[in-house]
Protein backbone atom coordinates (compact mmCIF):
# COMPACT_ATOMS: atom_id res chain seq x y z
CA UNK A 1 0.00 0.00 0.00
CA UNK A 2 2.94 2.45 0.85
CA UNK A 3 4.13 1.96 -2.55
CA UNK A 4 0.82 2.77 -4.50
CA UNK A 5 0.67 5.64 -1.95
CA UNK A 6 3.96 7.23 -3.43
CA UNK A 7 3.33 6.10 -7.05
CA UNK A 8 -0.23 7.85 -7.06
CA UNK A 9 1.40 10.84 -5.66
CA UNK A 10 4.46 10.67 -8.30
CA UNK A 11 2.24 10.10 -11.20
CA UNK A 12 -1.64 10.68 -10.77
CA UNK A 13 -0.66 14.40 -8.28
CA UNK A 14 2.69 15.38 -9.70
CA UNK A 15 2.17 15.07 -13.24
CA UNK A 16 -1.43 14.63 -13.77
CA UNK A 17 -3.05 17.19 -11.53
CA UNK A 18 -0.40 19.80 -11.97
CA UNK A 19 -0.78 19.26 -16.13
CA UNK A 20 -4.59 19.60 -15.73
CA UNK A 21 -3.59 22.88 -13.92
CA UNK A 22 -1.67 24.33 -16.25
CA UNK A 23 -5.13 23.55 -18.52
CA UNK A 24 -3.59 20.96 -20.83
CA UNK A 25 -4.81 17.16 -21.97
CA UNK A 26 -3.48 14.24 -20.59
CA UNK A 27 -3.06 11.42 -23.09
CA UNK A 28 -1.62 8.65 -21.21
CA UNK A 29 -1.83 8.26 -17.41
CA UNK A 30 -0.94 4.58 -15.61
CA UNK A 31 1.11 3.49 -12.83
CA UNK A 32 4.97 3.80 -14.71
CA UNK A 33 3.93 6.77 -17.30
CA UNK A 34 2.73 9.91 -18.24
CA UNK A 35 2.12 11.21 -21.59
CA UNK A 36 0.10 14.50 -22.45
CA UNK A 37 -0.44 16.40 -25.51
CA UNK A 38 2.38 19.63 -24.68
CA UNK A 39 5.27 19.10 -23.13
CA UNK A 40 5.92 21.09 -20.11
CA UNK A 41 9.20 21.13 -17.71
CA UNK A 42 7.17 21.65 -15.15
CA UNK A 43 4.86 18.74 -15.02
CA UNK A 44 7.70 16.93 -15.29
CA UNK A 45 9.76 17.78 -12.25
CA UNK A 46 6.41 18.20 -10.32
CA UNK A 47 6.29 14.29 -10.26
CA UNK A 48 9.64 13.49 -7.91
CA UNK A 49 9.52 16.89 -6.54
CA UNK A 50 6.32 15.83 -5.06
CA UNK A 51 7.43 12.69 -3.60
CA UNK A 52 10.45 14.37 -1.48
CA UNK A 53 7.49 17.20 -0.19
CA UNK A 54 5.15 14.11 0.60
CA UNK A 55 8.02 12.23 2.07
CA UNK A 56 9.03 15.00 4.65
CA UNK A 57 5.57 16.02 5.54
CA UNK A 58 4.63 12.18 6.49
CA UNK A 59 8.33 12.27 8.41
CA UNK A 60 7.20 15.22 10.16
CA UNK A 61 4.11 14.05 11.10
CA UNK A 62 5.99 11.07 12.77
CA UNK A 63 8.10 12.95 14.50
CA UNK A 64 5.30 14.98 15.68
CA UNK A 65 2.88 12.43 16.00
CA UNK A 66 2.76 9.46 18.96
CA UNK A 67 1.24 6.99 17.01
CA UNK A 68 0.01 3.78 19.01
CA UNK A 69 -0.43 1.71 16.43
CA UNK A 70 2.60 0.19 14.77
CA UNK A 71 0.80 -0.50 11.69
CA UNK A 72 -0.17 2.75 10.99
CA UNK A 73 3.29 3.77 12.02
CA UNK A 74 4.83 1.54 9.68
CA UNK A 75 2.37 2.51 6.96
CA UNK A 76 3.91 6.02 7.41
CA UNK A 77 7.31 4.93 7.56
CA UNK A 78 7.03 3.03 4.65
CA UNK A 79 5.29 5.84 2.78
CA UNK A 80 7.46 8.19 3.22
CA UNK A 81 10.51 6.15 2.19
CA UNK A 82 8.98 4.75 -0.77
CA UNK A 83 8.90 8.78 -1.84
CA UNK A 84 12.62 9.69 -0.88
CA UNK A 85 13.65 6.27 -2.54
CA UNK A 86 11.22 7.81 -5.70
CA UNK A 87 13.08 11.06 -5.52
CA UNK A 88 16.33 9.78 -5.44
CA UNK A 89 16.03 7.17 -8.19
CA UNK A 90 14.56 9.81 -10.31
CA UNK A 91 18.04 12.14 -9.15
CA UNK A 92 20.10 8.83 -10.16
CA UNK A 93 18.52 7.52 -13.27
CA UNK A 94 18.16 12.00 -14.86
CA UNK A 95 21.47 12.31 -13.82
CA UNK A 96 23.10 8.98 -15.26
CA UNK A 97 20.71 8.25 -18.48
CA UNK A 98 20.00 12.25 -19.39
CA UNK A 99 16.48 10.94 -19.69
CA UNK A 100 13.78 11.02 -17.08
CA UNK A 101 12.06 13.62 -15.02
CA UNK A 102 14.73 16.14 -14.38
CA UNK A 103 16.45 15.83 -17.75
CA UNK A 104 14.84 18.83 -19.11
CA UNK A 105 15.82 20.84 -17.05
CA UNK A 106 19.83 19.87 -17.79
CA UNK A 107 21.83 22.03 -19.48
CA UNK A 108 22.63 21.59 -22.95
CA UNK A 109 26.39 22.93 -22.48
CA UNK A 110 29.76 22.28 -21.19
CA UNK A 111 28.15 22.07 -17.85
CA UNK A 112 26.10 19.66 -18.61
CA UNK A 113 28.53 17.10 -16.69
CA UNK A 114 28.39 19.04 -13.27
CA UNK A 115 24.78 18.69 -13.50
CA UNK A 116 24.55 15.10 -14.30
CA UNK A 117 27.15 14.63 -11.67
CA UNK A 118 25.30 16.77 -8.98
CA UNK A 119 22.12 14.77 -9.50
CA UNK A 120 23.77 11.43 -8.97
CA UNK A 121 25.48 13.08 -5.51
CA UNK A 122 21.93 14.14 -4.59
CA UNK A 123 20.41 10.70 -5.49
CA UNK A 124 22.99 8.98 -3.53
CA UNK A 125 23.07 10.90 -0.70
CA UNK A 126 19.00 10.85 -1.00
CA UNK A 127 19.02 6.85 -1.30
CA UNK A 128 21.59 6.84 1.60
CA UNK A 129 19.77 9.51 3.88
CA UNK A 130 16.35 7.88 3.92
CA UNK A 131 17.88 3.89 4.08
CA UNK A 132 19.09 5.33 7.03
CA UNK A 133 16.67 7.53 8.73
CA UNK A 134 14.16 4.66 7.84
CA UNK A 135 16.01 1.88 9.59
CA UNK A 136 16.37 3.87 12.45
CA UNK A 137 12.93 4.34 12.47
CA UNK A 138 11.50 0.84 12.05
CA UNK A 139 14.39 -0.10 14.86
CA UNK A 140 13.16 2.17 17.57
CA UNK A 141 9.91 1.83 17.09
CA UNK A 142 10.73 -2.15 17.79
CA UNK A 143 8.18 -2.27 14.66
CA UNK A 144 7.91 -5.95 13.38
CA UNK A 145 8.73 -6.48 10.07
CA UNK A 146 7.74 -9.84 9.75
CA UNK A 147 4.02 -10.66 10.79
CA UNK A 148 3.40 -13.69 12.81
CA UNK A 149 -0.41 -14.42 11.07
CA UNK A 150 -1.27 -17.23 12.92
Known amino acids: MAYVFADIIHEAIGHGVTYLILGNKITLLTTVFFRSEQHS ?5 FGPLLN ?67 LIVIGLVAFYLTFQASSRQIKWQRIPVIVNLR
Not at 78 to 94: E, I
Open 41 to 45: FITDA
Open 52 to 118: LISGLIIWVVLKQVNLQNLYIRLLLVLTAAFNFFWFSWMCLYCGITNKGDFAFYLPKQATLLLWRGS
